[in-house]
């Protein structure tokens, strides 16, 4: 997942690389239809909203999708002096019963919506180039690399973050120990 990002994060530099080697930086004139630009931003803007809120339905969609098997484990904690269970606090975990197989389906879980998330915000630099193509130059254009770039950087998938995100939304925690 990490190469993906890396792949998909460097691509609003390549249009930006494209841009000035076409010669297309500085705005032409005339240069895009007002409306064209307002219409564009807008998708845009749409897009932006929808690179968050549709990864997360479909995370947790999959997530509890693939119900895991899962156990509750209880820790005590000794509130006595002499030590006795019945004087102690239960606190119930829920935990996920088979390790192995809940990472498994966590990656699994996480790598749609990771690629559909990473996908809606490359089309925002792609809206971009299409302005800066058009007759916006690099100047106009720049504001949708920054917001892509920014939208992909948040999204850098660690082991740690994908794990969480599956516990989160399947209610059970991996066995700590």
Known sequence: ??????????????HALVLVATHKVDAAEPGPDAVLVVSIT?????????????????????????????????TYTDQGDHGFREAATATTTRVLADPAAAEQAAFRAAFTPFILGMALAEAIANFGFVLAFLGGGLRLAAPFFAASVALQAVRFPTRAGVLARYEEAVGARLPRG
């Open 42 to 74: 807008v998708c845009a803007l749409i897009v932006a909203a929808l690179s968050v809120a549709l990864p997360r339905v479909r995370a947790r969609r999959g997530a509890a999708l693939s119900k895991p098997a899962t156990r509750d484990d209880q």
């Open 1 to 14: 997942m990490q190469v993906l990002w890396g792949a998909l994060i460097v691509t609003p530099g390549l």
